[in-house]
């Protein structure tokens, strides 16, 4: 099937600054961020395609879903893979980390049929933009030659640069976050009083007085402290800037992790359990 | 060597006669007890390609260097035979006055070879007719008791249920059905009793270990066992979607929280107990309902296997399956696993007359205890069951080797997959323990590489110490670095020096003959790996939905155990090696099958 308007969702593995997959990270009403973009940018094209690594799983999406065949070799690489997975005449492409992408944005990039980025500040917001199917080719061509940056690919597309000055990008659609910070302030600017679910399980329930808590979203450190003050939990959970051995925190029923610098987003379900798990 | 008597009993039922045959020291330094001499000792006593419920089958149980020594935890036994579930070897450990019992009879082990022509019973030498025929392990011990420590099988393993389990002081060696290879040989109970110590090289400084050790055990590292115990498994498996639910349709049960302990503990009477000679005490006993007496035994496995899989949500129902199946003499997970699997195959309309997911399992119990109509076709297992059914069924049995999947998701834990696929006992988390892994932050439990291989390896290598020293899986966090620490309990115990180097060689030796074993009784590379289910479907919704398994992550995952562990790509061990074993250990382990392919 041919098709005229294509998305495509670059959706890297693990974030070694935010500590978590950005795919997953929580985005309001129990979506993921992924799942959030997809939405997104689904009424403006024919298809989403979604390009991965097969590192990470995906939710159920109104997606197609294309391996990254060269995750190491960066965004280009499944750039590349995109494009060439669909028969689009043009493709608007975005990085996962992106929640403020509007559905008319993405029309109106789409509705200049060539390739073309916003440029703020002399930044090209390379994963914000348009680029047409034949990209595939060109891609392929410049990662041969070793230049392996998706701006490359848009100079050599003779894309046309916009001002993001404009009145009409200047909510920064393209807007993401690569640190537990950024993605808190992000989800705060959105809803000042997000809160996520907490859930002690095991010794963690028998020594609290109420075993399921909501509490301000936060780092996993600030959400653990919160929750053991509000239900007067008689166990120490936190051993340094990790959880305390004999216990693990399940981030959204996925990661398991010790780690309190993880940020832990809106209506986020964490569970508290025992680490030891024999049987 | 101390810690050791040096022989075993050859109890010869088809002639009546029993006589002590001794095992050469070397035997022992080499595989110490429980699992590792009872391997041996099979392997030994019998022809390649027996039939596991024939009477030349050799049913053995083991015990091991720190029986008797006051460690904690250390009261155990294994039951080493050939599973007539899964054709391979099989052992299963028990924790009980039996193991002290048998071993001042002067013995390492009792080895059961021939059959008795009436149903009968071993008491202390004495071989007599059973007036316990037809009745449960328990009533069995309560009447044979006074005469000594007691194993005794139910009714389950007098019908050959193939999960029958053999049972000690209310404890199962549960997998496998080795309540069968006992019931063939219509013995219903072993009974014994002895004065002997277990002679001990320096007893003050294994006292003063000892000491320590049970201090370790009161520690944090063993508190969830103590205050929850297994049951605590539950709530947390299900909240990161790996709680097999529905025949392991789905890793999430809308029914988890009324299963949970944590939530139990308002609402009925809870008791703690502990094996004999076990510090820790992490056994947990329920009401069975509202108001009762603290009076059911309820573990992890058990509770999964006859609640969420099989759509239970009723913790009375849970409870009362649980109890039913101690006294049918049932393992609980490859009952729950069959029944689980024949609700799936009767919602596809391919088993007529299956009960449903959700129905009350203790009709169905018994019907599988007393082989009665469909239950007689549920007693072969799930394995068994799917080939008379089709190729689609045997993608959905729950099991490997044919022994029932425990109570793990491995499309949400790849250590724990690989576990399961490559363990020579079949399905199985006690041989392997690989979950451990997936329970931390050391691999990424849903994409299992490099980091899981390493993981699986090392976690079968701890357990295979710890089943044949033997001491209990839960004091594991209380030991230091278990193979030093097993080499200074061994050094103050045999008087001989040992190593840390020295117990992980055993430790991979014992791994090794297990396998060598299963080759003998012909093993095929095919036979390392999951149900299709697991490896074609992604989990369909709950928190890991979407995990996959695809069958190349599978099979990397193999092969690189298969090189981490020195065998040949497809799973073997060379003829060279081979022959080094027979040498060091005397035994043949030439079988029909094993002597083809990797000799050429
Ligand atoms: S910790 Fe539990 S299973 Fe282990 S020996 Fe003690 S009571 Fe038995």
């Not at chain 1, 309190?260 to 025992?274: A, F, N, Q, T």
């Not at chain 2, 689980?340 to 007359?353: D, N, P, T, V």
Request: aromatic share 6%.
């Amino acid at each position: 099937m041919s098709v005229a308007r294509a998305g495509i969702v670059l959706c890297g593995g693990r974030s070694s600054r935010m500590g978590r997959a950005k795919a997953w990270l929580p985005w309001f009403d129990g979506r993921t961020l992924i799942e959030h973009v997809v939405e997104r940018i689904r009424p403006a094209v024919d298809e989403v395609l979604v390009v991965t690594s097969v590192a990470l799983d995906l939710p159920a999406l109104d997606a197609r879903v294309v391996r990254d065949r060269e995750p190491e070799r960066g965004p280009l690489a499944g750039l590349r893979d995109g494009l060439a997975a669909t028969s689009a005449a043009h493709a608007f492409v975005t990085a996962t980390d992106a929640p403020f992408l509007t559905t008319e944005y993405v029309d109106g990039m789409l509705s200049r049929r060539a390739a073309c980025a916003p440029v703020e500040e002399g930044h090209v917001q390379v994963l914000s933009a348009v680029y047409p199917g034949e990209g595939a080719a060109v891609a392929e061509r410049l990662l041969e030659e070793g230049r392996g940056r998706p701006r490359d690919l848009l100079e050599a597309l003779d894309y046309e640069a916009l001002d993001a000055n404009d009145p009409a990008l200047a909510s920064a659609p393209w807007k993401g976050f690569n640190t537990p910070d950024a993605y808190l302030d992000a989800v705060r600017g959105e809803d000042p009083d997000a809160r996520c679910r907490i859930e002690f399980l095991g010794r963690a329930a028998l020594a609290s007085k109420s075993p399921n808590l909501e509490v301000p979203v936060g780092t996993l450190g600030d959400v653990l402290a919160q929750a053991a003050r509000a239900c007067d939990l008689d166990l120490d959970l936190v051993e340094g800037e990790q959880v305390a051995r004999g216990h693990l925190v399940s981030l959204g029923g996925r990661d398991l992790v010790r780690d309190l610098s993880l940020p832990v987003g809106p209506d986020e379900r964490i569970s508290v359990l025992d680490a030891q798990a024999g049987g | 060597m101390s810690g050791i008597h040096g022989r075993y009993l050859r109890i010869d039922l088809s002639r009546g006669t029993s006589e002590h045959v001794a095992i050469p020291e070397s035997v022992s330094r080499r595989l110490l007890g429980g699992v590792g001499l009872g391997t041996w000792l099979l392997l030994r006593e019998s022809t390649p390609g027996f039939d596991p419920l024939s009477a030349e089958a050799p049913l053995v149980f083991a015990f091991s260097p720190l029986v008797g020594t006051g460690l904690t935890t250390s009261a155990k036994f294994a039951v080493v035979a050939k599973s007539p579930l899964t054709g391979f070897v099989c052992d299963a450990l028990a924790s009980s006055h039996f193991a002290i019992a048998g071993k001042r009879m002067g013995i390492d082990a009792i080895v059961v070879k021939g059959a008795c022509e009436t149903p009968s019973e071993w008491v202390r030498g004495v071989l007599r007719p059973t007036a316990s025929w037809g009745r449960s392990a328990a009533e069995t011990t309560s009447v044979l008791g006074g005469e000594g420590r007691v194993a005794a099988i139910g009714v389950a393993g007098e019908q050959l249920v193939r999960f029958a389990t053999i049972s000690a002081d209310g404890r199962h060696a549960g997998r496998g059905g080795l309540g069968a290879v006992m019931g063939a040989k219509r013995l219903k109970a072993i009974v014994v009793a002895g004065e002997l110590e277990t002679p001990i090289a320096d007893r003050t400084a294994l006292e003063a270990r000892a000491d320590r050790l049970r201090a370790r055990a009161a520690g944090p590292e063993t508190a969830k066992y103590r205050e929850l115990g297994t049951v605590g498994n539950l709530l947390a498996f299900d909240r990161v979607g790996a709680l097999p639910t529905r025949n392991f349709q789905t890793s999430h049960f809308e029914g988890a929280e009324k299963l949970a302990a944590e939530r139990w503990r308002g609402e009925r009477a809870h008791r703690r107990a502990a094996c004999a000679h076990c510090t820790i005490g992490c056994e947990q006993r329920y009401a069975s309902r509202p108001g009762g007496a603290a009076d059911v035994r309820i573990e992890y496995e058990s509770q999964f296997a006859l609640g969420p899989l099989v759509g239970v949500a009723d913790p009375d129902a849970v409870l009362a399956s649980s109890a039913r199946c101690d006294a049918l003499g049932l393992d609980t997970i490859s009952a729950g696993a069959t029944l689980a699997f024949s609700m799936e195959c009767g919602e596809r309309g391919w088993l007529e007359g299956a009960p449903a997911f959700g129905d009350d399992l203790l009709p169905w119990l018994d019907r599988i205890a007393t082989r009665d109509g469909l239950g007689d076709r549920l007693a072969e297992g799930s394995l068994r069951l799917a080939r008379e059914i089709g190729d689609e069924a045997v993608g959905i049995a729950p099991q490997v080797k044919g022994l029932e999947m425990p109570g793990y998701e491995p499309r949400a834990l790849q250590t724990m997959a690989l576990g399961l696929a490559v363990s020579s006992r079949g399905a199985d988390h006690n041989r392997s323990s690989a979950y451990e892994a997936d329970f931390s932050e050391e691999v990424d439990r849903m994409h299992g590489d490099a980091r899981s291989v390493a993981a699986a390896v090392a976690a079968e290598e701890r357990a295979a110490i710890l089943d044949s020293l033997v001491l209990c899986k839960f004091v594991r966090g209380a030991m230091g670095d278990l193979f030093e620490e097993s080499a200074a309990i061994l050094s103050d115990l045999t008087g001989e020096a040992w190593s840390a180097d020295g117990v992980e060689t055993v430790a991979k030796r014992i791994v090794d003959l297990r396998r060598l074993g299963n080759e003998r009784e012909g093993w095929q590379p095919a036979d390392d790996s999951l149900p299709k289910r697991f490896l074609e479907e992604p989990i369909p919704g709950g928190p890991a939905v979407g995990a996959r398994l695809p069958a190349e992550r599978l099979r990397d995952l193999i092969r690189s155990y298969y090189l981490e562990r020195g065998y040949d790509e497809s799973g073997r061990i060379s003829s060279d090696r081979r022959t080094a074993f027979e040498s060091e250990l005397g035994l043949d382990l030439t079988g029909p099958a094993s002597g083809g392919a990797d000799d050429a």
